[in-house]
C-alpha cells in the first residue's frame, strides 16, 4: 500500500480555519462603516473612518489570513512547524481580533486609550507570532525562492508593526513625529515589504500547483523579496535623514518590481494548462490587473508628488491595490485552500478505507462564481466612491458588506460539509472495514 | 520520458496534488535499491521529502532557471 500523505505532522484544520472564517467578518464591519459613515469618510485617507477601514481590511482581514494561512503551510512549503501550532492559533487569533478592533474603534473615537491599548495588543500578539514562526523557520536553509521570501516578508511584517505602533502610541500620548512621512513609509512595509514579498513567496508555489501554469522563472523569483526589502530599508532611511527624492526613487522602483511580479503572473496565467477557468483564477485575474492599475497611480506619484493632493486620488489607489488588488488574491486563495484543506484532512482521517468527497462537493464553483461577481460590484462601487462619494459611498459600504457576508457563508457553508463528511466517516470507520 | 540524469523520471510539473506524491511513491516502488529516479516539480515538496527521509531514501534538488526543481531520488 502507498504510504499516506505525509501529513501527520500537519496542523489539525481549526487551527488556521477560525483565521479564514474570521477575516470576512471584517470585511463585513468594513462595509458597516462605510455604509453609516456615508460620504464623509472619503473625504481624505486621513478621515477616522477611512483609517478605521483601512486598519480592519489590513488587519482584520489581510493579517489574519496570512498568519492562518501561515501556520498552515510552513510545513508544506518550507519543511518547518511550528512547536504547538493550536496554542500558536488560540493565542494569535484573539490577539489579533481584539487588537484591530480597538485600533479601528480607537481611529474612529480619537480615544488615546483604545489607539495605544490596540497598538500594544497588537505588538505582544505579533511579537510572540514571529517569535514562534521565526524560530520554526530560521534553522531551515532557503533552498527555495519561496522560504527566502517567507523569511524577509516577516522581517517586513517586524518593521511594519514596528512602525505602526510608534504612530498609534504618538497618536496616543502626543509624541511629535513626523507622521505623514511614517504613514507612507509604514503602508509601503506593509503592503510592499509584508503583503507583497508574502503574496510573491506564496504565489511561487499555489500558482503552478493550483493553476496548472508553468513555474516562476528561478533568478526574478529568487531576487524579488531581497529587492523589496532593500528598497524599504532605503526608504526608511530617506525618511530618517529627511531625504524625500531617495524615498521617491525607492517608491518608483518597489512599484515597478510589483508591477512587474503581477504582469509576469498574468503571463503565466495566460499559458495555464486547466481548460476552465474557475472562481481562483478569476479571483486572481481581478486582482492582477486592479494592482498594476493600482502600482501606476503608485509609480505617477513618485514621478510627480502633486499627483497625491488631487481630490481622490490616493484613495483611488489604496482601493485599487487592497480592495482591488490583496482582498482578490485572498479570497482566491480561500476558495481553493478552504476545500483542499477540508478534503486533505478527511482523506488522511479515512485511512484509505473511506474517500474523501471530491473538493467541488465540500465548496461548489457556483456558489464561489456568484460571490464573485458580487465582490466585483462592490469594487466597481468603492471605486466609483472614490470619486462621487456622497452618491456611491453607501450603496458601495452595502455591497461590500454583502460580498464579505457572502463569502463568509460559502466558507461557513464548506466547513459545515466538512464536519458532516468527518462525522460520516468516524461513523463508518467505528461500523468496521469498508467492502471496496 | 528519460533524462540526461536517470531513465526513471516523472514529470509532475503539470500534475495537481496528490498526483505527483502518488506517481513518485509509484515509480520508486518499481526500482531496485540503489536505482536512481527524478521527479520535476515547480516546487519543493516538503511533506514528500519527510516521507522519502522516513524510508530511509536519499535525495538531492537542484533548481533550474525555469524555475523547475529537479529531485533526483534514491531508492
Known amino acids: 500500500m502507498l504510504p499516506m500523505l505525509a501529513f ?3 496542523p489539525p484544520f481549526k487551527a488556521p480555519l477560525r483565521f479564514f472564517l474570521t477575516a470576512p467578518l471584517f470585511g463585513v464591519l468594513a462595509g458597516v462603516l462605510v455604509l453609516v459613515e456615508g460620504g464623509d469618510l472619503f473625504a481624505s485617507r486621513w478621515t477616522p473612518g477611512a ?3 483601512t486598519h480592519l481590511i489590513t488587519i482584520g482581514f489581510m493579517l489574519q489570513v496570512m498568519l492562518g494561512a501561515l501556520i498552515q503551510i510552513l510545513p508544506v512549503v518550507a519543511g ?4 504547538h501550532p493550536m496554542r500558536v492559533a488560540r493565542n494569535v487569533h484573539p490577539g489579533l481580533s481584539i487588537g484591530a478592533l480597538m485600533l479601528a474603534a480607537g481611529f474612529l473615537s480619537g480615544s488615546p486609550a483604545l489607539l495605544g491599548g490596540g497598538a500594544v495588543v497588537l505588538g505582544l500578539t505579533l511579537v510572540y507570532f514571529l517569535t514562534v514562526s521565526l524560530a520554526a523557520l530560521w534553522p531551515v536553509p532557503a533552498t527555495s525562492p519561496t522560504i527566502r521570501g517567507i523569511k524577509l516578508a516577516l522581517l517586513a511584517l ?4 514596528m512602525l505602526g505602533i510608534v504612530m498609534a502610541l504618538a497618536l496616543a500620548l502626543g509624541w511629535s513625529v513626523p507622521l505623514v512621512a511614517l504613514a507612507d513609509l509604514h503602508a509601503g512595509w506593509g503592503l510592499g515589504g509584508w503583503s507583497g514579498v508574502l503574496l510573491a ?3 511561487y508555489v499555489v500558482v503552478p500547483m ?3 501554469t508553468p513555474g516562476y522563472p528561478a533568478r526574478p523569483s529568487w531576487w524579488f523579496p531581497a529587492f523589496m526589502l532593500a528598497a524599504m530599508l532605503m526608504w526608511g532611511l530617506a525618511v530618517l535623514i529627511d531625504w524625500p527624492l531617495l524615498g521617491r526613487l525607492c517608491l518608483i522602483l518597489s512599484a515597478l518590481a510589483g508591477i512587474a511580479f503581477a504582469g509576469l503572473t498574468l503571463r503565466l496565467q495566460f499559458k495555464r494548462r486547466r481548460a476552465r477557468p474557475d472562481a481562483t483564477y478569476r479571483y486572481w485575474q481581478l486582482g492582477l490587473t486592479l494592482s498594476i492599475f493600482g502600482l501606476f497611480f503608485l509609480l505617477t506619484v513618485g514621478f ?3 499627483a497625491a493632493e488631487l481630490a481622490g486620488w490616493t484613495l483611488l489607489f489604496g482601493i485599487l491595490l487592497v480592495a482591488g488588488g490583496f482582498i482578490p488574491f485572498i479570497a482566491g486563495m480561500l476558495y481553493k485552500i478552504v476545500p483542499f484543506l477540508s478534503w486533505m484532512h478527511l482523506q488522511n482521517l479515512g485511512q484509505a478505507r473511506v474517500p474523501a468527497p471530491a473538493m467541488n462537493k465540500i465548496l461548489a464553483e457556483a456558489a464561489m462564481h456568484r460571490q464573485f461577481l458580487a465582490y466585483g460590484v462592490a469594487l466597481a462601487l468603492l471605486l466609483g466612491a472614490a470619486i462621487w462619494p456622497e452618491w456611491l459611498a453607501r450603496p458601495a459600504g452595502l455591497a461590500f458588506t454583502l460580498a464579505n457576508g457572502w463569502l463568509f457563508w460559502n466558507l461557513a457553508g464548506a466547513t459545515r460539509r466538512y464536519r458532516q463528511h468527518l462525522a460520516d466517516i468516524e461513523l463508518r470507520l467505528a461500523a468496521g472495514p469498508a467492502t471496496p | 520520458m528519460s533524462h540526461p540524469k536517470t531513465q526513471h523520471v516523472v514529470d509532475a510539473r503539470y500534475m495537481e496534488p496528490p498526483e505527483p506524491f502518488v506517481a ?3 515509480m520508486l516502488d518499481t526500482l531496485a535499491v540503489g536505482e536512481r529516479m527524478l521527479l520535476l516539480l515547480f516546487r519543493e515538496p516538503h511533506p514528500l521529502y519527510k516521507v522519502l527521509r522516513q524510508n530511509g531514501h536519499a535525495y538531492e534538488t537542484e533548481l533550474q532557471p525555469d524555475g523547475t526543481f529537479e529531485i533526483l531520488i534514491t531508492r
Do not use: C, R
Not at chain 1, 518547518?80 to 512547536?83: M, P
Open chain 1, 304 to 306: 510627480w508628488p502633486a
Open chain 1, 51 to 53: 483609517l478605521a477601514v
Open chain 2, 24 to 26: 513518485t511513491m509509484e
Open chain 1, 8 to 10: 501527520d505532522n500537519a
Open chain 1, 80 to 83: 518547518a512547524s511550528l512547536a
Open chain 1, 210 to 212: 493550483f493553476q496548472l
Open chain 1, 158 to 161: 517586524a518593521g511594519t508593526a
Open chain 1, 201 to 203: 513567496a506564496m504565489a
